[in-house]
């Protein structure tokens, strides 16, 4: 399926954002061939402007962007990251391959629960707390972090220091967001 921003002339077709805050010109991709990443999305995520998983995945120059019900799944020793309550810390699983779904919280919970790819994965999470700061998105869980700063953190605690090019992504989102709110409605 064709995405609705490749369609509409008001956004990036690169980055998927309004013209007027196009952040193509901040975005560094960097080399993860020790670690590739399968973005896994929900449709309606696909739709959503503050969605920072395919920011992430054009940051990432081995990655995906798959989106759920639409496309096969990867192959490769894979583990999933995310937060639920059986997940153990990445260092105690065997992977070479990261999985990161996308879409609000109740949406990715009901993806694993219903794909047998993303039920069949160890599921990983990170060694030390964190919390979000990503602006743009209200979150029912306080402190969640956003797709670009789950995978920034993971990268970052398993020695990848390009990790931070992901959480300075999230930092001029946070930049933009703050400006067109300081602007008089009707001037944006
Ligand atoms: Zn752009």
Redesign the pocket.
Known sequence: MVSYFSQNPR???????A?K?????D?IPFNNDQLPTHFWVHPKERERSRSTSWLAHKLLEHSSYRIDGEHQPPTGNLALLFPSENALPWSQVPFDGLVVVDGTWDECRAMIRKTPFLKSLPTITFEQPYLGQYIARRSPRPGALCTAEAVGHLFLEMGNSDGTHLLNLVETLNARERFFLSRPAGLT
């Open positions: 956004y990036c077709i690169e980055c998927r954002k013209k805050a196009c952040v193509c010109a975005l």
